[in-house]
DNA sequence: GCGACAG
DNA sequence: ATCTTGTCGC
């Protein structure tokens, strides 16, 4: 698929600040994506002491879960891990393994948060305004935000709050296991960001899309 | 000032 | 993110 460059990639924190206000209030968090044939999963690996970063984007069937296309890419890292401005580390690469992709998602999963940012605009957003696709952010571990006790059965979730506001929510993918935090990226509502994510993952905590751009990145 | 901090 | 195999437990 082809990809309009938005804008410059910044060398600095301060110019990716000012990306991110420009483009938050681009970000749709209501859903508009229609019948969801493909899902798609993508991830960012490093080497060479993270001087080079590879990514992988793996096209699955929706619902039945069955790889259908993938894609790599790597490229000299540009922008050090700084939290809160991930997705201008991690972004530009996958945006060139998209573009080696034939098959359009209608739908990505993105590793990291989406909304649940400090200027709600995390990578799942990024992804989502930059290429139009609508995204949900499933992150691995807690950015910002608190949430009540999680029951321990797989599809129960709490909400995420900052300041009272709900930006995402706390998902039990698998029961006894640690959660992942769900937020929307792009073109989503929550309630149905949340639906998506469960209905991505079978047997593991992470969806079958991560688990299979994982996979592919790191090797 | 101190602690927290996606990947 | 990354360095890294087997092992304990449900």
């Known amino acids: 698929m082809e990809i309009q460059q938005r804008h410059p990639w910044p060398v ?13 209030p681009e970000v749709i968090s ?28 793996a096209v699955l069937s929706f619902p039945d879960l ?8 790597r490229r000299p890292t540009t ?17 060139d393994a998209l573009e080696k992709i034939s098959i359009i998602p ?29 995204t949900i952010g499933v992150a ?5 935000g608190d949430h009540e006790q999680l029951p321990e059965n797989k599809g129960n979730w709490q909400p995420l709050r900052d300041d009272g506001e709900i930006i995402g929510a706390v998902v039990r993918t698998r029961t006894g296991v640690k959660p992942v935090y769900v937020s929307i990226g792009h073109r989503i509502s929550l309630p149905t960001a949340i639906d998506y994510v469960l209905r991505c993952t ?13 996979q592919l990145a790191s090797k």
Do not use: M
Not at 66 to 73: G, H, K
Not at 140 to 144: G, W
């Open 66 to 73: 069955q790889l259908r296309e993938n894609a790599i890419a």
């Open 30 to 57: 209501e859903d508009q994506l229609g019948e969801v044939q493909y899902v798609a999963g993508v991830d960012v690996g490093f080497e060479e002491d993270g001087a080079i970063s590879q990514a992988a984007v």
């Open 79 to 95: 922008f050090p891990y700084v939290p809160g401005f991930l997705s201008f580390r991690e972004v530009p690469v996958v945006l």
């Open 140 to 144: 691995k571990s807690r950015f910002i």
């Open 106 to 134: 209608d739908l990505i999963l993105c590793d990291g948060q989406g909304i649940a940012h400090p200027r709600r605009f995390g990578l799942a957003c990024h992804l989502g305004v930059l290429t139009d696709i609508p």
């Open 202 to 214: 079978s047997r593991y905590r992470l969806p079958e899309t991560t688990r299979w751009a994982d």
């Open 12 to 24: 600095n924190s301060e110019e990716a600040k000012a990306i991110q206000q420009q483009l938050q």
